[in-house]
């Protein structure tokens, strides 16, 4: 049964760090570019960063660029998504997703999802001024 689980989220103070995790089962893992997106209330969708199935490759949202970075373990099926200097602006729910890609968009990358992308069901982040 293929699963997509992210954990890790929490209420953290302003400055602050999370470590997020998502974790697959059912797919081939290292098969995937994967992401991760957030979304407020009231707000579109917003990719935030993007790996490329070897690890190798990875480009970020210029809103998090600098402060999050994304990796993976391939041997253990594992996306990650480190948070730093966090702002109260970051409070969303978060997503990762397999089987995303990432755009060039003149001077700063758009990180979509496939349409027939592999979803979790999100972790909340909420961070307090």
């Known amino acids: 049964q293929l699963q997509v689980v992210e954990s890790g989220g929490g209420l953290v103070q302003t400055g602050g760090s999370l470590r997020l995790s998502c974790t697959t089962a059912?797919?081939?893992?290292?098969?995937?570019?994967m992401g991760w997106f957030r979304q407020a209330p009231g707000k579109e969708r917003e990719g935030l960063s993007f790996?490329?199935?070897?690890?190798?490759?990875?480009y970020y949202a210029g809103s998090v660029k600098g402060r999050f970075t994304i990796s993976r373990d391939n041997a253990e099926n594992t996306l990650y998504l480190q948070m730093n200097s966090l702002k109260p602006e970051d409070t969303a729910m978060y997503y990762c997703?397999?089987?995303?890609?990432?755009?060039?968009?003149?001077?700063?990358?758009?990180?979509?999802?496939?349409?027939?992308?592999?979803w979790g069901q999100g972790t909340q982040v909420t961070v307090s001024s």
């Open positions: 997703a397999a089987g995303c890609s990432a755009y060039d968009s003149g001077g700063y990358y758009s990180i979509v999802a496939h349409e027939l992308a592999h």
């Open positions: 790996i490329a199935w070897s690890g190798g490759l990875t």
């Open positions: 059912g797919l081939t893992f290292s098969n995937y570019n």
